[in-house]
Each structure stands twice: as structure tokens, then as C-alpha cells.
């Protein structure tokens, strides 16, 4: 740990020249440092991938398959992440709002056996204020909740650990309710995958003394975090982000309705 501690947003930064067809030594570079710290910052120059056919090229250079969509992705089943008028179903959802997001990993409301593996998020257009994004290795997270007791670790391994509701829609049913654990080992990879969110509305957690305890530690970890080390901070610039295996993350409140950011879902881990 005390080597990714040192770690700072400018290590992880990586310049990519041509996102369309990135040549080896970026991708090597991608996949290295997403092996290290489960996610690697980058920035492209003249905003390229704003072009969502070259972010989709940029993407399937980079060997993601199975690009995940949802009720709100576009047609492409890529997100675009921005205000939406809250008539509207978007902006129903806190992400297509200017609301601050608590930690998270996204798609936590999917089966546990299917998950979202990696992602990337890229800003096509800065908010002209707020909107600071964190991100958070899990493997961290996990590290230090062994080291304070590995029952907490048991606990939020348990397949009934955490219960995400139904998803409605018009009184209709889109989404039924995923129990699941929090953390597990990926069959497909044999890696430590996270499925949390930090919401408290409707989500449901065992009552047990077990499952209190260790989920009061896992709260008190990631509330405790104004000057963690651990935490990547960017406000994410025109041109810039983020590849990384569905680490945690949150974001800050903005007011500007014009920022757009492109986020992409995918079945496999970085680089496998």
C-alpha cells in the first residue's frame, strides 16, 4: 500500500495521441496501470473522443467487449452523462442531475454473477464550477476492513449482504430486486469485484450483529476520507478520463447543465 499511497493524479495520467488507434506502448501502459491501482487517468488532445465513434473505436482498441447498455443509455449504448430536465425520465435519476453522487460502483443494482467489470467515464464538456470526481481502489477498502477484522470481510461476502430494490416504472415493474454480495472473487477472472452503493434509501442489510458491525466499518471508512492518500481527486477537464475496473467512486454538486460526460460499461476486467 505505501507504494500506491505515493501515487498521484499526475502518475496515472497518460497522454494518448491517436485514441483511434492507440499503438502499443499506450495500451501496455493502460493495462499496467490499471494491474497497479485498478485504474489509470488519460487525456487526449483537441477533446477527440467527444466523437463517439472514435470513443467507441478508442474503447474496442483497447480490447473491451460487450458493451453494456440500459434503460438510459443512448442507442449506441453509450451514457451520456448530463442534466436532464427532471419531466423527463432521466432526470429522475440522481446521475442525470447537477446532485452530488456518493460512493458507488456502477451497475450494483445487476446479478451478482454478471457483472459490470470495467468502465470508463471521459468529459466531453467541463462544468464551469464543482463537479470533482474521486475514485477509490477496492481493493483498498477491503485491505483495510481485513486488517480491522476479518469478520467484517465474511459478513459482506455473504450472498445476502446487500439488497438493492425493484426498479419501477410508470407502475411497472423494469428491474426486479438484486440481493447480493458485496464483495466476492470474479469467476471469470479470480479478482476481488465490489458491488456497493452507499445510498440509504430502500436498500436493504441484514440485521444481524455481524452484518450492523461491518457495515458501521465500511461506512466509517469511506466517510473518513477528506485526506486519504488512497482517493484519486480530479475535476475532470475537457478531453480527460478515466479506465479503470469499476473502482468506487462519487462526484460533487454542479449547477452547469451544459457538462456532458461519456460513460461506457463493459463484461470484462481491463486488458482481459
Known amino acids: 500500500l505505501s507504494a500506491l499511497e505515493a501515487l498521484t493524479d499526475d502518475d496515472l495520467m497518460l497522454e494518448i495521441e491517436n485514441p483511434a488507434e492507440p499503438d502499443k506502448a499506450t495500451i501496455d501502459s493502460i493495462f499496467a496501470n490499471c494491474e497497479l491501482a485498478n485504474m489509470t487517468l488519460f487525456r487526449t488532445a483537441d ?27 443512448d442507442d449506441d449504448d453509450i451514457s451520456t452523462i448530463t442534466p436532464s430536465d427532471r419531466s423527463t425520465v432521466k432526470g429522475e435519476y440522481i446521475p442525470y442531475t447537477g446532485k452530488a453522487l456518493n460512493w458507488h460502483t456502477d451497475g450494483y443494482y445487476h446479478e ?10 471521459y468529459c466531453a464538456r467541463q462544468a464551469s464550477s464543482g463537479g470533482e470526481s474521486a475514485f477509490l481502489d477496492p481493493d483498498i477498502i477491503y485491505i483495510r476492513l481485513r486488517d480491522q ?8 461476502m455473504r450472498p445476502d449482504a446487500m439488497t438493492v430494490p425493484a426498479n419501477t416504472l410508470g407502475g411497472t415493474e423494469i428491474r426486479p430486486a438484486r440481493t447480493g454480495p458485496v464483495f466476492m472473487v470474479d469467476p471469470a477472472s479470480d479478482k476481488l469485484s465490489m458491488r456497493y452503493t452507499a445510498r440509504k434509501v430502500s436498500i436493504e442489510w441484514p440485521e444481524d450483529d455481524q ?17 486519504d492518500p488512497m482517493i484519486m481527486r480530479r475535476r475532470l477537464s475537457a478531453g480527460e478520463g478515466i ?11 454542479f449547477s452547469d447543465p451544459t457538462r456532458v460526460l461519456y460513460r461506457g460499461r463493459f463484461s470484462n476486467r481491463v486488458g482481459d
Not at 243 to 253: A, D, M, P
Request: aromatic share 6%; proline share 3%; glycine share 6%.
Open 47 to 73: 477533446n477527440r473522443l467527444a466523437d463517439r465513434h472514435t470513443f467507441r473505436q478508442f474503447m474496442s482498441a483497447l480490447g473491451f467487449r460487450n458493451l453494456r447498455g440500459h434503460l438510459l443509455a
Open 112 to 121: 451478482a454473477d454478471n457483472p459490470i467489470r470495467s468502465m470508463t467515464l
Open 149 to 156: 477484522n476479518p469478520d467484517y470481510i465474511r459478513a459482506l
Open 211 to 227: 452484518m450492523i458491525a461491518a457495515r458501521a466499518a465500511l461506512e466509517g471508512l469511506l466517510s473518513d476520507s477528506d485526506g
Open 243 to 253: 479506465i479503470c475496473n469499476n473502482v468506487l467512486h462519487k462526484r460533487g454538486e
